[in-house]
């Protein structure tokens, strides 16, 4: 089965530090696509960071980086100097690569994490 | 303008009804998705299409249904709203090859309350 656990259901931090938020995921296939996307109130879903599995290097977009740990199946994300619009609910969630698979091309998403940043 | 657009953003139905949204999208994306958002469930796919010929059912199709009436376009219907289908509707799109592909962009969502 195809599933991802976020295992911290809220979060919060003061403004300008940092947190990391958990993912952890499960999947037979050896190649696919990991995501976090951010959900502000504004209820948009946007993409914050993208890591594909075949690269051992860990994405960074900005201040978002990540911690990709593919025997582990890991995949947590780092926000650095926290600012107030960091504020949402943050999804985690895989996309397998290889053609033919009944998973193949599908998102299957975590339950959320709502990150609150404090001034 | 958005790339992906949603029609309507909020709609109230009454059990019974027959109730259609929308999707459209400018990226150029061959593939186009239907998801569903409950509080605590996340995500969850409705279904998806691959092409313009090509249709498959998700992991909660029941109830629902799809068209996609042109490459840019793929609507969500409901042919008998109940309650329980009452959520958050998100349409997305990706791209089969290119430097993003895979990656899904998002629609701003359709909330559907059913009476």
């Known amino acids: 089965a195809q599933t991802v656990t976020q295992s911290q259901p809220e979060m919060s931090v003061q403004e300008a530090e940092t947190v990391t938020l958990s993912c952890t995921y499960d999947?037979?296939?050896?190649?696919?696509?990991l995501f976090w996307y951010k959900q502000p109130p504004s209820r948009q879903m946007i993409l914050v960071i993208r890591q594909e599995a075949y690269k051992q290097q860990n994405a960074t977009e900005n201040r978002f980086s990540v911690n990709f740990q593919k025997a582990a199946k890991s995949f947590s994300l780092k926000i650095s100097d926290s600012q107030l619009g960091d504020t949402a609910m943050y999804f985690c969630?895989?996309?397998?690569?290889?053609?033919?698979?009944?998973?193949?091309?599908?998102?299957?998403f975590g339950q959320g994490t709502i990150l609150t940043v404090h001034p | 303008d958005a790339d992906v657009t949603q029609t309507p953003r909020n709609r109230i139905t009454k059990t019974g009804k027959r109730i259609m949204l929308e999707c459209s999208q400018t990226k150029g994306h061959d593939r186009m998705y239907w998801y569903r958002q409950d509080p605590g469930l996340g995500l969850r796919l409705i279904y998806y299409s691959f092409d313009v010929k090509d249709i498959n059912k998700g992991e909660i199709s029941d109830g629902y249904s799809v068209s996609r009436q042109a490459q840019a376009k793929f609507s969500l219907s409901l042919e008998s709203a109940i309650p329980n289908q009452t959520a958050l509707y998100f349409c997305?799109?990706?791209?089969?090859?290119?430097?993003?592909?895979?990656?899904?962009?998002f629609g701003p969502g359709t909330r559907l309350l059913v009476l």
């Open positions: 999947t037979s296939e050896s190649n696919y696509y």
């Open positions: 997305a799109t990706s791209d089969f090859s290119g430097t993003e592909k895979e990656t899904q962009y």
């Open positions: 969630a895989f996309v397998n690569k290889n053609a033919g698979g009944t998973s193949y091309g599908k998102l299957t």
